[in-house]
Each structure stands twice: as structure tokens, then as C-alpha cells.
């Protein structure tokens, strides 16, 4: 069955096109995610249409930042983050207010491509063979130098001092989670196999309000956002008539 929102029908060929944009584990759950993209994309150009404004003829979200914009702007509530909110915000979750952590480390990096599994077994298992020697007293700038596949390895594999965003995610978690110390298992990342020794860490020190208080009162206002027009977009959704989709079975969290 062809969808119609208030009879006008969005296209097989639309919705397979718009696949492409919402990757999911089935063809199923792509379907209907693109699909209820474009119902919603054409709910909101109806709406638009409705008030006088300039819309795109496809009813797809994608590319359609400026007329929505402007369609919230006219037709929502969009209420604004109060002073007492952001300081009620701020003293709740004092600990996400600090200056980045520093980590002082040195490493030696058995590289293996992301792709090539065989690889990253045998530089798992050279990694683990290292480890093992460093355990028993081995000098680890001599084994950066040997075995190390990063430039740091003419320096005794020092990296200096990292802070929060320097190095990437799946290497970060590791690194300031631990203790001081010769980490006791290889660090795995996009790269290979980092043997890792920290050498010391240094705490983040806590921010003032008056640092934060904009990034409070920005993530507020987009949360704030996000509900309102969710719920603006529910309202929508029970004033049209709409043929060949449910939105009972969506799972997006625009609908929830």
C-alpha cells in the first residue's frame, strides 16, 4: 500500500532512495525509518506551506535545516533555560566540571591495519611477548626502539603529556581509567597494540560556574528543544490523515 500523508503519496522509489541515510541491522527496520522520515518531512512542508513559507518540494528532512528552523520558529513555544535551571544543573553534576585530566605515559605501538585480522592476532600476541618482557626487567626505551612502529619510539616511547581529545576514544578510555604504573594488558585501538606505561596523572581541577554556564544553558536549551518539538511533531501527526504507515511500530526516538 502506497503512504499518503493528507493524499499526497511518497513513492517507493523515495523511500528506498532515503534508505541509504539510516543504516539498520534488517532492510525492514531501513524501510521504516526512512519512511517515517519522509512522512515527518512532509508533514512539516504541509505545515509550512500552511503558514506562507517557502518549502522544498521533496518532503525529506535532509538539507531542509533553514524551513524547519523557520517553522519552529513560528509555530512553537520553544521556552529558554532559566538562571536557577543552569545552577541547579551545575551543582547536580559538579564532576563533569573540570579542566581535562593529564596523563604522562610512554608506549610502544605494534601497528596492525583495523582490517586485517591475522595481523592483529600476531601483534596481540607480540605485544603480550613484550609485556611479558618488561615485566621480567627488560628496559623499556630499548624495546620502544626496536619494536615500536610510532615516531615516539626515538624517545624512549615517551608521548609526554595527553590530555581529553589528544588521542583517540578507544585509546583515551584506557589510558585515564588507569592507574600509574606498566599497564597489564596491551591497549588495543585503530593502530595496533599499545604496550602502555603511565608515568603520572595529574587530576582535573574544577571549573566556576561563570566558565560553564553557557554550555549549560546551551545543552539545556537543545534538550528542551528536542522535547518540544517531538511534541509539536506528535501534534502534527494527529491532525492529518495519514494512509500505509504506522507510526506504532517506529522506534525512533523522535516519536518517544
Known sequence: MMIKVNDVAIPESA???EMQYHPAET???AMLKAAETLVI????RQRAAALGLSVADSGSLAGQDDFIEQLLDRDVDMPQASDDECRHYFEKNRPRFTTSPLVELRHILVAAAPDDEQQRVESQTIAETLLAQLRAGENFAALAKQYSACPSKETGGSLGQISAGQTVPEFERQIFAAEPGLLPAPVE???GF?????ERKVAGKPLPYDQVEGRIRQYLNEK???KATAQYIQSL???IRLE?????VSESPLMQ
Not at 41 to 44: F, T
Not at 244 to 248: E, Q
Request: positive net charge; without cysteine.
Open 41 to 44: 518531512g512532509e508533514i512539516l
Open 237 to 239: 501527526i494527529q491532525q
Open 194 to 198: 599499545h604496550i602502555v606505561s603511565i
Open 189 to 191: 585501538s585503530r593502530y
Open 224 to 226: 528542551v528543544k528536542a
Open 244 to 248: 500505509g504507515f504506522d507510526f506504532a
Open 27 to 29: 532492510k525492514r527496520q
Open 15 to 17: 523511500i528506498l532512495e
